[in-house]
């Protein structure tokens, strides 16, 4: 992988969790970062801690002022901001709305800022937090898993039109990360993710591998791989298995 030495990197949603070991990374790798947060004292924190810039602001309107903030250059864009929005079909229109404009639209205005400028120079690296949720799914939590679904299809998408013109397109899935958003994942998460949850600093580590192998699918938990594959050659017994979890949740919920 080419030195990200004075490159200029943006982790979104970088105030705690994985987008705070993200700019921590690549802060160490002498990185010039962009520390974003919806939670203004947040970013200022990390952005302090790692020698960065904070830029506080939604995540869904932040890549051009994050360039400017880095002098008009962007060299890796980490959309890593999200919400871990719980419900099922009957969630509110607004949480479904909230749960589309952050893990999927904000990844689309990104790289609709960025790609002019990437594709003019012939090179640019586009990493999404994505969420195994959004190669397999999670139960209780029906906006999340849509929108990341469609997050993973956005970076997919992404990669298939324009690497041949020098974008690096990377998407993180992990299962269960010890952060905010797993504690607030409840019993669902208690019982899916917790036992397998591994640290941000892991998943940060699983990106700068993939990284350096030019990887598109980047799995924290390798063990992703083998439910992806049952989940797309045999769907049924996949479904079942998973719906056997969710009775099994449901029954801890009575």
């Not at 801690?49 to 932040?62: F, L, T």
């Not at 893990?103 to 205005?109: D, F, G, L, P, Y």
């Not at 690296?125 to 999670?138: D, E, H, Q």
């Not at 192998?213 to 298995?241: C, M, N, Q, S």
Request: overall charge negative.
């Amino acid at each position: 992988m080419e030195t990200l030495k004075d490159k200029g990197v943006v982790v979104t949603g970088a105030g705690g969790g994985i987008g705070a070991a993200l700019a921590r990374r690549f802060a160490a790798e002498g990185a010039r970062v962009v520390v974003n947060d919806l939670d203004g004292a947040k970013a200022e924190a990390v952005a302090a801690d790692v020698g960065g810039i904070a830029v506080p602001g939604d995540a869904s309107a932040i890549a051009e002022r994050a360039a400017e903030a880095l002098g008009g250059t962007v060299d890796v864009y980490c959309a890593n901001a999200g919400l871990g929005s719980g419900g099922t079909e009957a969630a509110p229109e607004e949480v479904w709305a909230a749960a589309w404009d952050v893990n999927v639209m904000a990844h689309v205005r990104a790289a609709h800022a960025l790609l002019p400028g990437w594709l003019e120079r012939g090179s640019g690296r586009f990493v999404s937090t994505v969420s195994a949720a959004g190669l397999l799914t999670m139960i209780g939590a029906a906006p999340y898993s849509v929108t990341k679904h469609g997050a993973y299809a956005f970076a997919e998408w992404l990669s298939l039109t324009y690497r041949h013109r020098g974008l690096k397109v990377h998407a993180i899935c992990p299962q269960g990360v010890r952060t905010d958003m797993l504690a607030a994942t409840g019993s669902a998460g208690d019982l899916v993710l917790t036992p397998t949850a591994i640290e941000p600093e892991d998943v940060a580590t699983a990106l700068f591998a993939g990284m350096a192998d030019d990887r598109f699918l980047i799995l924290p938990h390798p063990e992703v791989a083998a439910f992806y594959e049952a989940r797309a050659v045999t769907p049924d017994k996949w479904l079942a298995g998973m719906n056997h979890i969710q009775r099994k949740w449901e029954a801890t919920e009575k």
